[in-house]
């Protein structure tokens, strides 16, 4: 049974690029959650998506964009790169919405995101 | 909006010592509240969890105890192991069906052989 999967595992970019980072759900899951997270630091909620649409937001800037596609896996996108944006980025997978199962988030290892 | 308050924020026991963190929250409309471990470089991964109308909740060497009065969580953790090394978030969330956790800071928990 495969875990939540995220690719790349490393990234580096310069200010001013866009970078896109991709997440598989564990199997049988079907809604995605976006976490960043920085050095030191408790994960920050970024966005939640479910039947392909984003359905709760944090606070975070619209430079901050995601997508999630009919097979359950999600994109997030970052444009326009700060230097602050360089954190660890994590990707959650849950099952169902309405339900007690939606509650437990499964994470993947993430993707630790450089700007230079 | 919610907020989660961690200490300590290390923490260094012996081993075989027991390790308490605790956590406040300030949404008292919250109603589920998970602890995850963070190894270096590893996800956070779910080590037990407990819901509102629950006041306590034991998995072998791990605990969690609820507070809703006074919006305290805390994780106790028994017979502290070198393996147990981590940090250690705990999180709340109003569970509406859309999940948002809110975490705490995180606890570094360092135990010595």
């Known amino acids: 049974d495969a875990g939540v999967t995220q690719s790349p595992t490393h990234l580096i970019k310069t200010r001013g690029q866009q970078v896109t980072l991709r997440c598989s759900p564990k199997?049988?899951?079907?809604?995605v959650s976006w976490y960043q997270q920085a050095l030191g630091q408790g994960p920050q909620f970024i966005f939640q998506y479910y039947e392909e649409e984003e359905r709760q937001r944090g606070n975070f800037p619209d430079r901050f964009s995601g997508h999630q596609f009919p097979n359950y896996s999600s994109e997030l996108n970052v444009n326009a790169l700060l230097l602050g944006d360089s954190a660890l980025y994590l990707c959650?997978?849950?099952?169902?919405?309405?339900?007690?199962?939606?509650?437990?988030?499964?994470f993947g290892s993430g993707t630790q995101l450089s700007v230079l | 909006g919610e907020n989660v308050e961690q200490h300590p924020s290390t923490l260094s026991v012996q081993e075989g010592d027991s390790a308490v963190i605790k956590c406040t929250y300030s949404?008292?409309?919250?109603?589920?509240f998970p602890w995850y471990k963070q190894e270096l470089g590893k996800r956070p991964q779910l080590i037990i969890d407990i819901r509102s109308n629950v006041g306590e909740k034991k998995d072998q060497r791990i605990a969690v105890t609820l507070n809703k009065t006074a919006k305290h969580f805390s994780l106790h953790i028994t017979e502290t192991q070198p393996e147990d090394s981590a940090v250690y978030f705990c999180?709340?969330?109003?569970?509406?069906?859309?999940?948002?956790?809110?975490f705490g800071t995180g606890t570094r928990l360092l135990v010595s052989p």
């Open positions: 959650a997978s849950s099952l169902g919405t309405g339900s007690r199962l939606g509650e437990k988030l499964f």
């Open positions: 999180a709340a969330t109003l569970n509406t069906g859309f999940q948002k956790l809110v």
């Open positions: 949404d008292s409309a919250s109603n589920y």
């Open positions: 199997s049988g899951h079907d809604t």
